[in-house]
């Protein structure tokens, strides 16, 4: 693995001594994307709410748990109407927030008066829910009724969380987000995640790419990796952790290959391997690697590790 430069600096935060403002934005940047939770929820009497919380996770499949943190405001200690519906109802539905409805989320981020329904502020649609009091938002591409099992205070003071756990009782996915097999496709749900401060990012295309891991299969690990790889000058960080998650080094039939693919001989010999030739091969194997050639990439480099 590659080391980290030794001219990189680094600030140091205590969040004790540094303003809670400053601590939240470098949270937010640091701890990013985060899925964002669209929160419908109603009053004693029935008025509906919904404003969008980033502090959200899926915790648990079995029970299905849900939980996202309503915080208090750093500028004045006060919470949102969120947290009072659910302390008072026990019961949410959890809305996600794809690409097609993000401004329409960051519009219910806005504190309107009470009594003013977001709904028809930022121009969704209301759907009533199975099993609980709280409306579905319709041009949300999944939607997941909730009964709040716990709300777990972290504080008292401005910035402080209120962990809102939920076990979803009902969940509503819109067929028009599922692939050939029924699983939810990436690129058609469209999903959006928060950023720090007015960044968000869009999960779909470019930006979404499989990585599969065997975890039952252990790699052989970059530090069994030879030094020539492991401080190569083309490889990234990322190209050798890749190469680390092979079961084993090459067969002899697939040294045999890349030697001739390179025009040496075996065993090869110091004279063969210049510095130029040791380049070349390392960036062409990066391409074979960009290409999810591995296996092949690693039996290249080690042609250049054998004398």
Same mark, same amino acid.
Not at 95 to 119: D, K, R
Not at 253 to 258: D, F, L, N
């Given at each position: 693995m590659k080391k980290i430069a030794e001219t990189n600096t680094y600030i140091t935060v205590d969040p004790k001594n540094t303003p809670t403002a400053d601590v939240h934005q470098y949270l937010l940047g640091a701890v990013a994307p985060r899925p964002i939770c669209f929160a419908s929820t109603v009053d004693k009497a029935g008025n509906a709410n919904i404003a969008?919380?980033?502090?959200?996770? $899926?915790?648990? !499949?079995?029970?299905?748990? $849900?939980?996202? !943190?309503?915080?208090?405001?750093?500028?004045?200690?006060?919470t949102k109407d969120t947290l009072q519906n659910v302390i008072d109802t026990r019961e949410v539905v959890i809305n996600a927030v794809s690409y097609n409805i993000v401004y329409a989320m960051s519009l219910a981020s806005v504190e309107y008066p009470y009594g003013v329904s977001e709904f028809e502020k930022v121009g969704l649609t209301p759907l009533s829910s199975d099993l609980v009091r709280p409306f579905r938002i319709k041009e949300s591409p999944v939607q997941m009724e909730c009964k709040v099992i716990q709300i777990l205070p972290l504080g008292d003071k401005g910035g402080a969380g209120n962990l809102i756990i939920c076990e979803v009782v009902r969940m509503h996915i819109n067929t028009e987000i599922l692939d050939e097999d029924k699983k939810i496709d990436p690129d058609k749900i469209d999903l959006m995640g928060r950023m720090g401060r007015s960044f968000y990012c869009r999960a779909s295309e470019e930006a979404v790419f499989p990585i599969y891991q065997n975890v039952n299969i252990l790699g052989i690990g970059v530090d069994s990796l030879p030094q020539e790889i492991r401080h190569s000058k083309i490889l990234t960080g990322n190209d050798i952790a890749r190469i680390a998650t092979l079961p084993a080094f090459p067969d002899a039939q697939a040294m045999e290959k890349a030697s001739q693919d390179l025009g040496l001989g075996l065993p090869v010999t110091k004279t063969e391997l210049t510095e130029n030739f040791i380049l070349a091969v390392h960036l062409q194997a990066q391409k074979l690697i960009a290409e999810d050639k591995v296996?092949?990439?690693?039996?290249?480099?080690?042609?250049?590790?054998?004398?």
């Amino acid at each position: 693995m590659k080391k980290i430069a030794e001219t990189n600096t680094y600030i140091t935060v205590d969040p004790k001594n540094t303003p809670t403002a400053d601590v939240h934005q470098y949270l937010l940047g640091a701890v990013a994307p985060r899925p964002i939770c669209f929160a419908s929820t109603v009053d004693k009497a029935g008025n509906a709410n919904i404003a969008p919380y980033s502090f959200f996770n $899926c915790f648990s !499949s079995n029970p299905p748990i $849900c939980v996202f !943190s309503s915080n208090r405001k750093v500028a004045d200690n006060t919470t949102k109407d969120t947290l009072q519906n659910v302390i008072d109802t026990r019961e949410v539905v959890i809305n996600a927030v794809s690409y097609n409805i993000v401004y329409a989320m960051s519009l219910a981020s806005v504190e309107y008066p009470y009594g003013v329904s977001e709904f028809e502020k930022v121009g969704l649609t209301p759907l009533s829910s199975d099993l609980v009091r709280p409306f579905r938002i319709k041009e949300s591409p999944v939607q997941m009724e909730c009964k709040v099992i716990q709300i777990l205070p972290l504080g008292d003071k401005g910035g402080a969380g209120n962990l809102i756990i939920c076990e979803v009782v009902r969940m509503h996915i819109n067929t028009e987000i599922l692939d050939e097999d029924k699983k939810i496709d990436p690129d058609k749900i469209d999903l959006m995640g928060r950023m720090g401060r007015s960044f968000y990012c869009r999960a779909s295309e470019e930006a979404v790419f499989p990585i599969y891991q065997n975890v039952n299969i252990l790699g052989i690990g970059v530090d069994s990796l030879p030094q020539e790889i492991r401080h190569s000058k083309i490889l990234t960080g990322n190209d050798i952790a890749r190469i680390a998650t092979l079961p084993a080094f090459p067969d002899a039939q697939a040294m045999e290959k890349a030697s001739q693919d390179l025009g040496l001989g075996l065993p090869v010999t110091k004279t063969e391997l210049t510095e130029n030739f040791i380049l070349a091969v390392h960036l062409q194997a990066q391409k074979l690697i960009a290409e999810d050639k591995v296996k092949e990439a690693f039996a290249l480099l080690m042609c250049t590790c054998l004398a």
